[in-house]
């Protein structure tokens, strides 16, 4: 296994941990609000399949595999629509295969977000507890770190954080079942999430967005 695969997937980790307490805080601290709006909290873990999209030097980029943790707030509206509120924490980025004077080396950008989705979504039973889920929506998200790394690292290189844009705004669609369990729900989801906003400050000819996709298995209380 690539050591800087290993090494991204332990700090990934790692820094979903204080996130995944301030979820759990969050929750408790919600739960007289929760009563009220009849609201259905809920966290979900996951993955995270991004690229980047537009610019010519990233024009056939790989992904980069990352991680996601959210926190959600579902009020249903009816039946079957419903609002769906998330604090989520996601990882994106891309890897590429580029020229340089002396050979090629694999860049890999390395970005972290926290992102605020609003979806607005239905549902309806496809049978002995089990419901299906189609959303959609805004979200905007706020840049916490970036960096860029490579095999063949050049001291010339600007440091990503500073090309990056603070702010995001994204759309998300997605899809997902809701399980019924022993009086709990499990959740299954799958989403696409493409940029809207250009995602460097000066971009150097063609506009460039993140995309990709992410799947996350949850539980709603």
Request: glycine content about 10%.
């Amino acid at each position: 296994m690539d050591t800087n695969t290993e090494v991204d997937r332990h700090s990934g980790i790692r820094g979903l941990i204080p996130f995944f307490v301030l979820i759990v805080s969050l929750g408790s601290s919600l739960q007289p609000a929760q009563a009220q709006l009849n609201a259905e909290l809920g966290i979900k873990a996951g993955r995270t399949f991004t690229t980047v999209s537009g610019a010519e030097l990233w024009s056939d980029p790989n992904r980069r595999t990352g991680w996601m943790l959210a926190g959600t707030a579902r009020i249903p509206l009816s039946d079957h629509f419903m609002i769906e509120f998330s604090t989520a924490y996601v990882q994106k980025g891309a890897r590429e295969r580029q020229s340089i004077p002396n050979g090629s080396t694999t860049v890999t950008m390395k970005m972290n977000y926290i992102e605020f989705p609003l979806m607005v979504g239905t549902r309806w039973p496809i049978g002995d507890g089990i419901a299906g889920r189609v959303l959609a929506g805004p979200a905007v998200g706020f840049n916490m770190s970036a960096k860029r790394t490579a095999d063949q690292p050049s001291p010339e290189a600007p440091s990503l954080r500073d090309q990056i844009r603070r702010t995001e705004i994204s759309a998300v669609v997605g899809a997902g079942l809701d399980i019924n369990i022993n009086y709990q729900t499990i959740t299954v989801d799958a989403r696409y999430h493409r940029g809207l906003t250009e995602l460097m400050k000066e971009p150097a000819g063609d506009s460039l967005q993140n995309r990709g996709m992410s799947v996350a298995l949850g539980v709603q209380f």
